[in-house]
């Protein structure tokens, strides 16, 4: 959400224009099929970058209708045109699904109508159908044009100037179910929905020890129901790539079974609309609840979410993912010769990705061909790597460990660093998965000094069976990095412990307590085992992962929060100050003032001027002189030493003369607070799964590396110690290489109107 210059920013809709625009390049944007949150934010992106480019901007209301339909259906927008929707769920233009588009009658109209307003160029955000409904007009366009000069509709003038019809897409699916992007816009926010609703369904069948069956959507794509199985602490999930295998029935019950044996009130399964059994037959939730209740004579109930899934504002990272994705097709459109073969303009590891548009879409119809055709195993490989693991981790975390198998090794888990929402969630899936590699499982409480203390418990499946969902931290954690007096103290104490292994689960504090007694490993037996630090912090500053666990859900308090702070500001003139934490990491500042739309953005990576300030001033005076209402700056806690969030505010209301006002937010520790969102639940137990394999590994061979999570090559990886200096800028404790500090020509693209 961000601020506007025009009354049409309430509605979203602009101005309407019949005339063509000369040399300039025009670009039309438009939303097609089902909605997705998230949607708007595209729209907005495309809009502004495409009018910082200099272009012609149109909005088309109603989706592929509304090219055929013309007239008000095809709408002129400025910068303030787009303001105040990033927060809004749906789309603001409308989406339809249009039968009239895909006969070559409608397609003419829709031709007429873009070339006459001299639209040459489109983005269009959608699912597969309207994607590839837009290629095939594409692919006709000349001949199109042609037939329309043959019967006087337009100029062969007109014709000659528009003689190439340059599209992009961006997907626009809660489902994830598009190849070619690690996401679909829609697709969080609708995770988010669902983990709302499994997470009260928990609450109140804990109370009554009941069952419940719950239905998500993905007619063909199991991602919805495995995601939200993972996050949502469930017991048993169908999806359509992975059916279960025969005696399916007996294997659910045993499992739920199990699960209560081990102190479980409640039992959660997940299925997918679309799921089947091996030889295809539909699996219904219906069914699901009366085998359960027949079997297990227990009260079981069944939800289907529905369109549920679908509404709702978007989280933060369809805030600005969306963002993302929706100025790079502007500039795909813009930038592309009239050869260029379309692009689908998705995310891979949080960058834009592109793949030819139809490729894409090809590919994910293949999908549903091969579940259909009984090819499980290739629809699985099809859905990537990163999906068939998840897959596998589910069943290392819901099936209950058997307890007649005599435990192999001892391995100790421990917070070290601040807290960070998700770290409940990675000792959960630790101990989950550690006891189905047959390992006795440790939690250290009070981070070091709890170690010291021999605060150390066994903890077995149904202790953390409730910790997934919960913020804070359990076991505790501390910031305080053992001295070099206290290594003698801790080796003591791994080993009258007889500790195998050790996972740390933190932050920088984390990171640099075992970097230091690795040095010293040497010195003392106890460090010769195998170590591992897994990242959980909301600065999402730390060396070789991308997104630490924490700072999804930091994100999305930041966004919850300014947004009730700019409900409020709506009854005056007013400018916020809101400072954000990060340390010396301006990651939440710069995301998070992509996720609200705000105007300006102050981070210690580019330092404060006051020449720099100077100009802001200027800015803001002149916009709110042109009827602006509203400006949000954000500012990283650490941006500047002398120029405060109070001193910023100061200065600005010295400055106003009386124009607006200004008020400073300090968001301080909430932004710690809440329970985990769903992406940091579905990655701490990613992560935590890898951290115990990787362990075991270590074990086996009798090795004790000490490493930290990273990639390689796009994969998990484990990065040694060893590394640290290279990676790490040691005076601010941030990595070298910030992959975020990209997006800030991004942010300034659609945060600074170009006419003022």
Same mark, same amino acid.
């Given at each position: 959400?961000?601020?506007?210059?025009?009354?049409?920013?309430?509605?979203?809709?602009?101005?309407?224009?019949?005339?063509?625009?000369? +040399?300039?390049?025009?670009?039309?944007?438009?939303?097609?099929?089902?909605?997705?949150?998230?949607?708007?934010?595209?729209?907005?992106?495309?809009?502004?970058?495409?009018?910082?480019?200099?272009?012609?901007?149109?909005?088309?209301?109603?989706?592929?209708?509304?090219?055929?339909?013309?007239?008000?259906?095809?709408?002129?927008?400025?910068?303030?045109?787009?303001?105040?929707?990033?927060?809004?769920?749906?789309?603001?233009?409308?989406?339809?699904?249009?039968?009239?588009?895909?006969?070559?009658?409608?397609?003419?109209?829709?031709?007429?109508?873009?070339?006459?307003?001299?639209?040459?160029?489109?983005?269009?955000?959608?699912?597969?159908?309207?994607?590839?409904?837009?290629?095939?007009?594409?692919?006709?366009?000349?001949?199109?044009?042609?037939?329309?000069?043959?019967?006087?509709?337009?100029?062969?003038?007109?014709?000659?100037?528009?003689?190439?019809?340059?599209?992009?897409?961006?997907?626009?699916?809660?489902?994830?179910?598009?190849?070619?992007?690690?996401?679909? #816009?829609?697709?969080?926010?609708?995770?988010?929905?669902?983990?709302?609703?499994?997470?009260?369904?928990?609450?109140?069948?804990?109370?009554?020890?009941?069952?419940?069956?719950?239905?998500? @959507?993905?007619?063909?794509?199991?991602?919805?129901?495995?995601?939200?199985?993972?996050?949502?602490?469930?017991?048993?999930?169908?999806?359509?790539?992975?059916?279960?295998?025969?005696?399916?029935?007996?294997?659910?019950? $045993?499992?739920?079974?199990?699960?209560?044996?081990?102190?479980?009130?409640?039992?959660?399964?997940?299925?997918?609309?679309?799921?089947?059994?091996?030889?295809?037959?539909?699996?219904?939730?219906?069914?699901?609840?009366?085998?359960?209740?027949?079997?297990?004579?227990?009260?079981?109930? #069944?939800?289907?979410?529905?369109?549920?899934?679908?509404?709702?504002?978007?989280?933060?990272?369809?805030?600005?993912?969306?963002?993302?994705?929706?100025?790079?097709?502007?500039?795909?459109?813009?930038?592309?010769?009239?050869?260029?073969?379309?692009?689908?303009?998705?995310?891979?590891?949080?960058?834009?990705?592109?793949?030819?548009?139809?490729?894409?879409? $090809?590919?994910?119809?293949?999908?549903?061909?091969?579940?259909?055709?009984?090819?499980?195993?290739?629809?699985?490989?099809?859905?990537?790597?990163?999906?068939?693991?998840?897959? +596998?981790?589910? $069943?290392?975390?819901?099936?209950?460990?058997?307890?007649?198998?005599?435990?192999?090794?001892?391995?100790?888990?421990?917070?070290?660093?601040?807290?960070?929402?998700?770290?409940?969630?990675? #000792?959960?899936?630790?101990?989950?998965?550690?006891?189905?590699?047959?390992?006795?499982?440790?939690?250290?409480?009070?981070?070091?000094?709890?170690?010291?203390?021999?605060?150390?418990?066994?903890?077995?499946?149904?202790?953390?069976?409730?910790?997934?969902?919960?913020?804070?931290?359990?076991?505790?954690?501390?910031?305080?990095?053992?001295?070099?007096?206290?290594?003698?103290?801790?080796?003591?104490?791994?080993?009258?412990?007889?500790?195998?292994?050790?996972?740390?689960?933190?932050?920088? +504090?984390?990171?640099?307590?075992?970097?230091?007694?690795?040095? $010293?490993?040497?010195?003392?037996?106890?460090?010769?085992?195998?170590?591992?630090?897994?990242?959980?912090?909301?600065?999402?500053?730390?060396?070789?992962?991308?997104?630490?666990?924490?700072?999804?859900?930091?994100?999305?308090?930041?966004?919850?929060?300014?947004?009730?702070?700019?409900?409020?500001?709506?009854?005056?003139?007013?400018?916020?100050?809101?400072?954000?934490?990060?340390?010396?990491?301006?990651?939440?500042?710069?995301?998070?003032?992509?996720?609200?739309?705000?105007?300006?953005?102050?981070?210690?990576?580019?330092?404060?001027?006051?020449?720099?300030?100077?100009?802001?001033?200027?800015?803001?005076?002149?916009?709110?002189?042109?009827?602006?209402?509203?400006?949000?700056?954000?500012?990283?806690?650490?941006?500047?030493?002398?120029?405060?969030?109070?001193?910023?505010?100061?200065?600005?209301?010295?400055?106003?003369?009386?124009?607006?006002?200004?008020?400073? @937010?300090?968001?301080?520790?909430?932004?710690?607070?809440?329970?985990?969102?769903?992406?940091?639940?579905?990655?701490?137990?990613?992560?935590?799964?890898?951290?115990?394999?990787?362990?075991?590994?270590?074990?086996?061979?009798?090795?004790?590396?000490?490493?930290?999570?990273?990639?390689?090559?796009?994969?998990?990886?484990?990065?040694?110690?060893?590394?640290?200096?290279?990676?790490?800028?040691?005076?601010?404790?941030?990595?070298?290489?910030?992959?975020?500090?990209?997006?800030?020509?991004?942010?300034?693209?659609?945060?600074?109107?170009?006419?003022?």
């Amino acid at each position: 959400m961000d601020s506007t210059t025009t009354a049409a920013s309430g509605t979203g809709r602009g101005t309407t224009s019949n005339e063509g625009s000369g +040399r300039r390049p025009a670009v039309a944007v438009l939303t097609s099929g089902g909605d997705a949150q998230g949607m708007n934010g595209v729209v907005r992106a495309v809009v502004r970058t495409a009018i910082g480019a200099g272009a012609d901007v149109y909005a088309v209301y109603e989706g592929l209708q509304g090219l055929i339909d013309g007239g008000d259906a095809i709408q002129r927008f400025d910068w303030g045109s787009v303001g105040s929707i990033q927060h809004r769920g749906g789309t603001v233009i409308g989406t339809a699904r249009s039968v009239e588009f895909r006969t070559r009658e409608g397609r003419l109209k829709a031709a007429a109508n873009l070339v006459q307003r001299g639209i040459d160029r489109l983005v269009v955000i959608g699912g597969d159908g309207s994607l590839s409904g837009a290629d095939l007009f594409r692919a006709e366009w000349i001949g199109l044009l042609d037939e329309l000069v043959e019967s006087d509709r337009i100029t062969p003038d007109l014709a000659r100037r528009h003689s190439h019809l340059v599209i992009a897409g961006v997907v626009g699916s809660i489902d994830n179910d598009m190849v070619g992007t690690d996401m679909t #816009v829609g697709a969080d926010s609708a995770l988010h929905r669902i983990i709302e609703a499994i997470d009260a369904l928990s609450s109140t069948a804990a109370s009554h020890q009941r069952s419940f069956v719950v239905e998500v @959507m993905g007619r063909h794509c199991g991602y919805l129901a495995l995601m939200s199985a993972i996050a949502g602490g469930a017991d048993y999930v169908m999806i359509p790539e992975n059916p279960p295998p025969p005696g399916w029935e007996d294997e659910m019950c $045993e499992r739920l079974r199990a699960g209560r044996a081990a102190g479980r009130r409640d039992s959660i399964v997940v299925v997918a609309e679309g799921a089947r059994d091996r030889d295809g037959a539909p699996i219904t939730s219906q069914g699901v609840r009366d085998m359960l209740e027949e079997r297990l004579g227990e009260d079981t109930r #069944v939800t289907i979410l529905g369109h549920v899934q679908r509404g709702g504002a978007p989280s933060a990272y369809d805030r600005w993912m969306p963002t993302l994705v929706g100025h790079a097709a502007a500039l795909e459109v813009l930038e592309a010769g009239p050869d260029h073969e379309p692009q689908l303009v998705g995310v891979r590891s949080n960058r834009v990705h592109l793949t030819p548009l139809m490729d894409a879409v $090809e590919a994910t119809r293949e999908i549903p061909r091969l579940i259909d055709a009984g090819r499980y195993d290739e629809a699985m490989a099809m859905r990537g790597s990163s999906f068939t693991e998840m897959v +596998r981790v589910f $069943e290392g975390i819901a099936q209950v460990a058997p307890t007649d198998v005599a435990p192999s090794r001892r391995i100790a888990i421990m917070h070290a660093g601040g807290l960070a929402p998700g770290m409940n969630s990675a #000792v959960r899936a630790a101990v989950r998965f550690g006891m189905s590699r047959g390992h006795t499982m440790l939690g250290v409480r009070g981070s070091f000094q709890g170690l010291i203390d021999a605060e150390i418990d066994e903890l077995a499946w149904g202790d953390v069976d409730d910790w997934l969902a919960v913020g804070g931290a359990e076991l505790g954690t501390g910031r305080s990095v053992p001295t070099v007096e206290q290594f003698y103290a801790v080796s003591r104490a791994l080993e009258n412990e007889k500790v195998d292994a050790l996972l740390v689960i933190g932050g920088h +504090r984390a990171y640099e307590s075992l970097h230091r007694m690795l040095a $010293e490993r040497d010195r003392y037996p106890g460090f010769r085992i195998p170590a591992i630090a897994l990242p959980t912090t909301i600065d999402n500053n730390l060396a070789g992962w991308e997104m630490t666990i924490g700072a999804d859900t930091a994100l999305n308090e930041i966004v919850s929060a300014v947004d009730r702070l700019k409900q409020s500001a709506k009854a005056s003139r007013r400018c916020f100050v809101v400072e954000i934490m990060g340390r010396y990491c301006g990651f939440l500042s710069l995301v998070g003032a992509m996720s609200v739309g705000a105007e300006k953005v102050y981070l210690h990576e580019n330092g404060v001027r006051l020449a720099d300030l100077a100009d802001d001033v200027e800015d803001m005076g002149r916009s709110f002189r042109a009827g602006r209402r509203f400006h949000l700056a954000i500012r990283n806690e650490n941006a500047s030493v002398g120029y405060t969030t109070e001193f910023l505010c100061q200065l600005f209301a010295e400055e106003s003369g009386g124009a607006y006002d200004v008020r400073p @937010m300090v968001l301080g520790h909430l932004q710690q607070g809440g329970n985990p969102t769903p992406f940091d639940r579905i990655h701490a137990t990613r992560l935590a799964a890898y951290c115990v394999d990787w362990l075991s590994t270590q074990l086996d061979a009798g090795t004790h590396e000490w490493g930290f999570v990273g990639q390689r090559d796009g994969r998990l990886a484990t990065l040694p110690f060893t590394r640290m200096p290279e990676l790490v800028d040691p005076t601010f404790n941030r990595p070298r290489d910030q992959w975020w500090l990209a997006l800030q020509p991004v942010m300034e693209a659609v945060a600074v109107d170009p006419t003022h």
